[in-house]
Nanobody, 120 residues
Framework: EVQLQASGGGLVQAGGSLRLSCAAS????????IGWFRQAPGKERERVSCISNSDDNKYYADSVKGRFTTSSDNAKNTVYLQMNSLKPEDTAVYYC?????????????WGKGTLVTVSS
């Protein structure tokens, strides 16, 4: 059974940092692209970042470039999202997701989200 579990959310002041973790199980980690998404109240879900299985390239939304960094630890089957210089507009529920295809394709598996709240 494929499982993705995001953790690490919380309350932080603007300008602060958080690191989210996505623990994956039930599939061959190296074969999958792993993405981070977020959804703020009243807004559509947005892809924040993705590590592609086809070329290990990393993709970021323009809104987070230069502030967020995604990385993976294949030994731990875990993907991280380091979020620095957080802004109130980063407040959202963050989800990790996986697909057997490159990042530009839709995701096949989703984990439960973790809430990030950035206070001004």
């Amino acid at each position: 059974e494929v499982q993705l579990q995001a953790s690490g959310g919380g309350l932080v002041q603007a300008g602060g940092s958080l690191r989210l973790s996505c623990a994956a199980s039930g599939f061959v980690f190296d074969d999958y692209s792993i993405g981070w998404f977020r959804q703020a109240p009243g807004k559509e879900r947005e892809r924040v970042s993705c590590i592609s299985n086809s070329d290990d390239n990393k993709y970021y939304a323009d809104s987070v470039k230069g502030r967020f960094t995604t990385s993976s630890d294949n030994a731990k089957n875990t993907v991280y999202l380091q979020m620095n210089s957080l802004k109130p507009e980063d407040t959202a529920v963050y989800y990790c997701a996986a697909t057997r295809f490159p990042c530009e394709y839709g995701m096949d598996y989703w984990g439960k989200g973790t809430l990030v709240t950035v206070s001004s």
